[in-house]
């Protein structure tokens, strides 16, 4: 991320952003209050990129979430997550962590991973370039000034991916091999059907903390797998050798 000067990096990482760089792309549908149109349908996964498949001896997963903070459902899932002792990774949008600091500190004290959702959950192709890396830094700035800490992963709204973008903001693309589009329904149950039957060992799952259907169901996929035997990591510990 760039403020001004461009600020130090781990080298692996940038290794590994460029070896992410031109990986498949999955959309991505908003579910933040429903603000985006819901006509742009997500559509199937082409592929598994978004984790890899050589976790270990030990079956890892990640859970990740789209479009929080949100002032009840998020506050929630937190509390679930430190009663299972997991750790998640929160793709947050920056205008609302700006405006619910004390839910992003908390995230941040309890060992999630933060990471950037974009300022207005906007589309990474449809902006200028000047656009798009405010979009970026603004989240950037918004999330810095409540943990200290600077994000180094994007998750690219309806999963649409500017290369050059990232390269230039040394910042690495995130996304996920499940999805079970918990944006389209309240059925508790399917969701966590369609999570654990995928389920997989360097799997990514993708679900949102706006809804209180997506929180419910994140902790029964939770119960559930740790059940099975899966070790839940952040998406950090999944995309780093």
């Not at 985006?36 to 498949?53: C, H, K």
């Not at 859970?63 to 929160?90: C, I, K, N, S, Y």
């Amino acid at each position: 991320m760039k403020q001004g000067k461009e600020k130090m990096r781990a080298p692996g990482k940038k290794a590994v952003f460029l070896a992410y760089a031109a990986m498949l792309l999955f959309p991505l549908l908003s579910c933040a209050w429903r603000q985006q149109s819901a006509g742009a349908a997500s559509l199937p996964a082409g592929g598994t990129a978004g984790a890899r498949e050589d976790a270990g001896d030990v079956r890892k997963i990640a859970l990740t979430f789209d479009d929080g903070p949100h002032p009840r459902w998020t506050p929630r899932l937190l509390d679930g997550l430190r009663e299972r002792d997991v750790q998640a990774t929160f793709f947050l949008i920056g205008m609302y962590a700006a405006q619910y600091p004390q839910i992003v500190e908390r995230m941040d004290r309890e060992g999630h991973l933060i990471g950037n959702h974009t300022y207005h959950h906007v589309r990474l192709d449809q902006e200028d370039a000047k656009e798009m890396r405010r979009e970026i830094r603004d989240t950037d700035q918004a999330i810095y000034l409540i943990t200290g800490k600077h994000t180094d992963y994007v998750r690219p709204p309806f999963g649409v991916w500017n290369e050059e973008l990232g390269e230039e903001m040394e910042v690495l693309p995130i996304l996920w091999t499940i999805d079970p589009l918990d944006w389209t329904t309240q059925d508790v149950g399917g969701i966590v059907e369609k999570v654990v039957t995928q389920a997989q060992d360097g799997a990514m799952i993708l679900l949102h903390d706006c809804y209180g259907s997506s929180v419910e169901a994140a902790l029964e996929i939770v119960d559930i797998l740790k059940g099975q035997g899966f070790s839940f990591v952040t998406a950090e510990e999944l995309v780093l050798p």
